[in-house]
């Protein structure tokens, strides 16, 4: 251990580990603020331990149901034993407090130029009374006297019609004085939510936006498991809150706790710290990141050996993340200068599930230990530096956007899927036997909000518990009424909760949380489970019912029980006449009219459709129509308005009384036959020309088999017989091994042999895009790409364009990142770059029959309509495919006599460890007759 000296000559106190916790991943600090946190985070943890170790020992009747501990607190300035009277410590601690009441801010412990804290020189602070939060008391409800009030006049808020949600508002009429005007959820609002990405973190995050006009969002999340495969799928929820939330900002992903930097060293030190506070400057801070995880329900991160800074064991990593998030965002709110403004609010999450609402000796796990420290973390923090928050002791949460691999999440999944699968396992009873809190996820974003403009004089802990409670037996017998099981279903016997119990455990917290911030629960568990369930079925079902099949073929149609649940918990809403959703969940359109003429345009017997699509209202001409043939048909869309058709219905000499309703799909111009819309180009919503050009399966006769769309612009350059091959030969027959001899330069012949080629069917055919000799789109950002492919067909980039560019970028970055990736992940085996493949749509080749390909053209078309970014299907075909071949859908081609414009459709394994452990191989997917189904992409020429 060694001493050092300042510059202004005082001693520096002694610490342990100084130099060597400098090299941890917490930025660069100055000497004077290190030595702070190297106290706190020593003092804390050596408190908590002191006191988990008291637990264990000392019998829990003398504990009773809080705890109160005394510890030895060394003093600030010299890290020696305290040598002055109780008496004295009383006094200090006494005039601190008043002092801290009286003024606006938190008081300043930082040292002054004679070596002391504050104002006063020398500490002479030798304990705390270290005093754990209890949500039974009402310590933290204002009891502010006449002049404090008139000091804080200013700060209050005068019409509780200000604040966000009816609960507040409620709580309001018994507390104003704790919600003050600067705490009010509104459009100037700034929040900053760790974990945004989580099923909490996303539902507030919307929930701001919608309910409270909050546009500036600041997400931070570490994205465990930290596989390709959950990353992709998070990046869904990142889509959604980017796409609709105005000022939602690039989303931080975090290393060492919130710190998203991963160098450690000297590195490091010459790197600011990741001040939360400094960086957004936050209205409010709400820190979730540490809920996904609780109990035995952990994600399993693999082996993390020589990747994760806190080790191989899965449980003590999240431990560990947790505290030392909890702490660098109390040290960031602990270093601001308020002046005559209060700190960022801060709200943070607790449980009620281990045991911590009752003693410490109950707690029975890290997830609860992590809980419990972060806790301790912000009562010090109040007791020290005077930083107020609030914590929220949560029940186990169920609704939309759950966490795969938690148990209600897989319960529901197995509920919506095979009928024969029981929904529950004794071994899921195992994990949540005691709980018997469940609440509605959009129940405690509710409570969230309130808490996030309820300010305590002192810190507090809320705790958020139903008004009944009920078990998981409970929660799959509502499961059971809408997905029935078979009579052999699991037995397990269910046993009756004592109500009287719960609620003498639960009366006085439920009254205390509700009297604080107005909060009840008002979801019951049975809609609950139906709008977990609908959420699950639309999941499973993102583009309604396979082909053939209705929607009324499902147990009670949860495609209409889908209609009460809000949009973002929905399928994305599109156009009925996509063919991609169902009736109950499309939204109208003016191609819902034509859907019947174009299919009787097309019903003469024709297997094959050419189509092109040209809505401008100022078009007077089309380009020749291929030659026509018994088994194709060729139709063109066009605007109603437009002279093209004003002129043709006037060489009709047939008195109709309505020429433009009768004579639909029965005029023929350079060989087309003119389908026109209600409606020109410029009235109509954005992307109905991507309508047309993706998803055009319900506009033709069943017995139509493949559609061709081609680009006005581009008929003239294809011939008629390269048309009819590409509709016609897309697919490609088996061919037996073949061997052939080469002769060569000297008289002899060379063998080569040709293996087999399995019989193959393109679900899509399109050309690849023609880059320019030295550009590799593989080697470059999503934006460049799409800046190419914009200029070369004379588009100008939208906001909607560059906005997806943006978040394709960081997607694509984020999915190829290998920090604290698990040796065991599947993209050890496959390529490092996010593996798009760039098409030129200028022509499509689909294939009407297939569910396969249906889920392709949807797909894409969602997409597209997603961004609602017009003539830049490519991009977001790249971004499709990219996903499927990440998740294992799709595979990459083979080197060994494979073409390379065929990407195989793939049976997904049993996991993607088992492909990289060699246990299990994708096989290909195939059709009834057995043709093994490809992506297929013409060369470039």
């Known amino acids: 251990m060694r ?95 008043k002092e801290r009441r009286q003024r606006t801010r938190p008081p300043s412990y930082r040292r002054n130029r004679g070596g002391g804290l504050g104002q006063g020189g020398e500490s002479e602070l030798g304990y705390v009374e270290y005093l754990l939060p209890t949500d039974t008391s009402t310590e933290g409800i204002s009891d502010e006297t006449e002049t404090e009030k008139a000091d804080s006049q200013l700060l209050l808020l005068k019409n509780p019609s200000h604040l966000c949600g009816k609960h507040a508002q409620s709580a309001y009429e018994k507390h104003p004085h704790n919600y003050l005007a600067q705490d009010v959820l509104n459009e100037r609002s700034k929040v900053v939510i760790t974990g945004v990405l989580n099923q909490l973190g996303f539902n507030l995050a919307l929930a701001l936006y919608n309910t409270c006009n909050v546009t500036h969002i600041f997400g931070i999340d570490d994205i465990l498991p930290n596989t390709r495969e959950h990353r992709i799928e998070m990046m869904d929820r990142y889509a959604i809150l ?210 996030m403009q309820f300010r305590p004089v002192q810190s507090t802990v809320l705790s958020l518990a139903p008004d009944s409670p009920s078990s998981l037996l409970d929660m799959t017998e509502h499961m059971e009424v809408l997905f029935p099981r078979g009579e052999d279903s699991i037995g397990i016997e269910k046993h009756a909760i004592d109500e009287n119990a719960y609620n003498q455990d639960t009366k006085v917290k439920r009254w205390q949380t509700h009297d604080q911030i107005g909060w009840k629960p008002s979801t019951m568990l049975d809609d609950g489970v139906t709008k977990l369930l609908a959420w699950h079925f639309g999941r499973s079902h993102p583009f309604g019912p396979p082909l053939n099949e209705n929607t009324t073929s499902h147990p009670n149609n949860l495609f209409g029980l889908m209609m009460s649940t809000p949009d973002h918990n929905l399928p994305r809403r599109l156009p009925c006449a996509s063919g991609c959703t169902t009736p109950e969940l499309c939204t109208p359109s003016v191609f819902d009219k034509v859907i019947r003429v174009s299919k009787h345009a097309t019903n003469s017997g024709c297997q094959f459709v050419v189509y092109m699509i040209s809505l401008l209202s100022d078009d007077d001409n089309l380009p020749n129509a291929p030659a026509l043939s018994d088994d194709l048909c060729i139709v063109a869309f066009v605007a109603n308005k437009s002279p093209l058709v004003q002129n043709a219905i006037k060489t009709e000499k047939l008195p109709f009384t309505d020429p433009l309703l009768s004579l639909n799909g029965n005029i023929q111009k350079n060989g087309w036959t003119l389908v026109w819309i209600d409606n020109d180009a410029s009235f109509m919503k954005e992307n109905a020309y991507a309508l047309l050009k993706l998803a055009p399966h319900t506009f033709f006769a069943p017995e139509v088999v493949k559609a061709m769309f081609i680009e006005a612009n581009k008929i003239g350059a294809m011939s008629t017989a390269a048309i009819l091959s590409m509709l016609k030969y897309a697919d490609t027959r088996y061919m037996p091994e073949k061997e052939w001899w080469k002769p060569l330069p000297d008289g002899t012949k060379q063998q080569i042999v040709y293996p087999a080629e399995p019989a193959r069917r393109s679900i899509l055919f399109a050309p690849a895009f023609n880059f320019a000799p030295d550009f590799n789109p593989h080697m470059t950002s999503v934006t460049s790409v799409a800046t190419v492919i914009a200029e070369k067909k004379g588009i100008k980039p939208s906001p909607s364009q560059l906005l997806q560019n943006k978040f394709y970028d960081h997607a694509s970055h984020l999915v190829r990142s290998q920090e604290l990736r698990s040796v065991y992940a599947s993209d050890e085996e496959i390529e490092k770059i996010f593996p798009t493949q760039w098409i030129d749509s200028k022509w499509i080749v689909h294939e009407l029959k297939l569910e396969e390909s249906r889920q392709l053209r949807c797909e894409w078309y969602s997409e597209q309509a997603f961004w609602k970014n017009s003539d830049m299907e490519d991009l977001s075909f790249a971004f499709v495919l990219a996903k499927r071949r990440v998740i294992g859908q799709h595979g990459f081609p083979t080197p060994i006599r494979e073409r390379e414009e ?5 049976v997904e394994p049993a996991t993607q460890e088992d492909m990289v452990l060699g246990l299990a191989t994708a096989k290909h997917a195939t059709d009834q007759e057995g043709y093994q189904l490809y992506i297929r992409f013409a060369g470039e020429k």
């Open 3 to 97: 001493r050092q000296t300042l510059n202004n000559g005082s001693r520096k106190r002694d610490l342990p580990y100084a130099g060597r916790l400098s090299k941890l991943p917490f930025g660069s600090v100055t000497k004077k603020m290190l030595n702070e946190r190297i106290f706190m985070f020593f003092f804390t943890l050596y408190a908590v331990m002191g006191m988990t170790l008291m637990a264990l020992i000392v019998p829990r009747q003398m504990l009773g149901g809080s705890v109160d501990v005394d510890i030895d607190f060394p003093s600030i300035s010299a890290f020696r034993p305290f040598d002055s009277g109780a008496d004295r410590a009383n006094t200090e601690l006494s005039r601190r407090a």
């Open 242 to 451: 980017m796409k609709n939330i105005p000022n939602f900002q690039k989303l931080t992903i975090s290393f060492s706790g919130i710190h998203p930097n991963s160098t450690t060293g000297e590195e490091s030190r010459t790197r600011d710290e990741f001040d939360v506070v400094h960086r957004f400057n936050p209205t409010h801070i709400i820190h979730l990141a540490s809920y996904a995880g609780r109990g035995d329900d952990i994600p399993f991160l693999g082996n993390t050996s020589g990747v994760s800074l806190y080790g191989d064991n899965t449980q003590f990593r999240l431990l560990r993340q947790s505290m030392v998030s909890m702490e660098q965002l109390l040290w960031s709110l602990r270093k601001v200068d308020s002046g005559d403004r209060k700190p960022p609010h801060f709200v943070h999450i607790s449980t009620t599930q281990e045991g911590l609402h009752r003693s410490v000796q109950s707690i029975r796990s890290m997830y609860g230990v992590a809980k419990f420290i972060n806790e301790a973390l912000a009562s010090t923090y109040q007791a020290i530096f005077g930083i107020v928050s609030v914590g929220i002791r949560l029940p186990y949460i169920y609704g939309p956007w759950g966490r795969r691999g938690s148990i209600l999440f897989e319960m529901a999944e197995r509920a919506v899927g095979n009928s024969t699968v029981d929904i529950i396992s004794p071994g899921d009873l195992l994990k949540l036997k005691d709980d018997f809190r469940f609440i509605y996820v959009d129940d405690v974003v509710d409570a969230f909000i309130a808490s």
């Open 902 to 906: 065929f990407t195989p459709l793939l």
